[in-house]
T-cell receptor, first 116, second 110 residues
């Protein structure tokens, strides 16, 4: 296993369309995170899963965003009725899920979304 | 709440040293340092834990100052490969998500 993978790497869509991104974490990692990054900023937390359970979701996240991790392996992030402000890099990360703060998060290459 | 990084940018010649600071207004339990090159994913460098020892990745080291609620990243004898944007991510005691700073862009010139 070579790392976290994301698909697609780039997505261009028209405003109002729905889009779905996929993330495959490192195989033995049971925690999976979604972040969003805009130009000149650090990654912004969106949501995270422990196995298949979604444990936290950012309060700032619109209800147009939904994420799933049905079998505790890969995850999908869906954005409904996209807006131009959704244009960003969407990053997925995974970690082993150890108890306590020592959890290295390994990031995937990201999906760059452009909403026209 | 997002940690504050300083400086925003630094330009170095090969072999020079630099320090990047990451400050938080909230109690810090862990600080995660990443480096991101243009168009690539952030790459993990190291974690510092409250009460833990100073960490090192090649010639890059970092420290955790509990009194100041601050972590510092030290780039020693910089190499061209050190160029990129450095982010600190802070975590709470039982909080696995990270809050990232806006980043410090490091440019190392020959």
């Amino acid at each position: 296993d070579t790392g976290v993978s994301q698909d697609p790497r780039h997505k261009i869509t028209k405003r109002g369309q729905n889009v779905t991104f996929r993330c495959d974490p490192i195989s033995e990692h049971n925690r999976l995170y979604w972040y969003r990054q805009t130009l000149g900023q650090g990654p912004e937390f969106l949501t995270y899963f422990q196995n298949e359970a979604q444990l936290e979701k950012s309060r700032l996240l619109s209800n147009r965003f939904s994420a799933e991790r049905p079998k505790g392996s890969f995850s999908t992030l869906e954005i409904q009725r996209t807006e131009q402000g959704d244009s960003a890099m969407y990053l997925c990360a995974s970690s082993l899920g150890l108890v306590g703060p020592y959890n290295e998060q390994f990031f995937g290459p990201g999906t760059r979304l452009t909403v026209l | 709440q997002q940690p504050v990084q300083s400086p925003q940018a630094v330009i170095l010649r090969e072999g020079e040293d630099a320090v990047i600071n990451c400050s938080s207004s909230k109690a810090l339990y862990s600080v995660h340092w990443y480096r991101q090159k243009h168009g690539e994913a952030p790459v993990f460098l190291m974690i510092l834990l409250k009460g833990g020892e100073q960490m090192r990745h090649e010639k890059i080291s970092a420290s955790f100052n509990e009194k100041k609620q601050q972590s510092s990243l030290y780039l020693t004898a910089s190499q061209l490969s050190y160029s990129g944007t450095y982010f600190c991510g802070t975590g709470g005691l039982n909080d696995y998500k990270l809050s990232f700073g806006a980043g410090t862009t490091v440019t190392v010139r020959a």
